[in-house]
């Protein structure tokens, strides 16, 4: 039965998988009678053309927004609260009192401040696969426009 379960998952995203590179690339169809040759070196040249032209390169990595290091935002803001409560508690008369005080509302501006970090990466993050995305259809439109104009089927 287990094997039965790692067989039936290994096929579902082995089909995911061809999915998404079928997605990628699309199917060309020499429509003149073009030789496996011919329709490589035609490939090849629309590859450059479209390149070029869209100012895009479908061969390399697409492009992330950089992480910031946002670890321990609460854990700091605590640690400064403390540190200025318990300041401002001696002078008061209680360190131990003003320590706790500060070490919470520290934190709390530390968990907002580390929220705030974070929703400004995830914009970033949207606005360059956006970017990348019409960088790509670009290049893609360019690509078949190509193919076709050299008497290929493009799907």
């Not at 040759?37 to 061969?59: I, L, N, R, T």
């Amino acid at each position: 039965m287990k094997n039965a379960k790692r067989i039936s998952i290994a096929l579902f995203s082995l089909i995911i998988y061809a999915g998404f590179a079928m997605a990628q690339n699309p199917v060309i169809y020499p429509a003149k009678g073009q030789s496996n040759e011919k329709m490589e070196q035609d490939k090849f040249q629309c590859y450059g053309w479209a390149k070029e032209s869209s100012g895009h390169d479908p061969m390399q990595a697409a492009p992330s927004s950089q992480q910031s290091n946002e670890s321990g935002g609460v854990v700091r803001g605590g640690a400064k609260g403390a540190a200025g409560g318990a300041i401002i508690g001696a002078i008061a008369g209680d360190a131990g009192k003003g320590a706790a005080i500060g070490a919470a509302s520290g934190a709390a501006v530390g968990g907002v401040r580390q929220r705030r970090r974070r929703n400004q990466q995830n914009q970033a993050n949207q606005q360059v696969q956006q970017q990348h995305s019409a960088a790509r259809s670009g290049y893609d439109r360019a690509y078949a426009a190509c193919l076709e104009g050299r008497g290929y089927t493009v799907k």
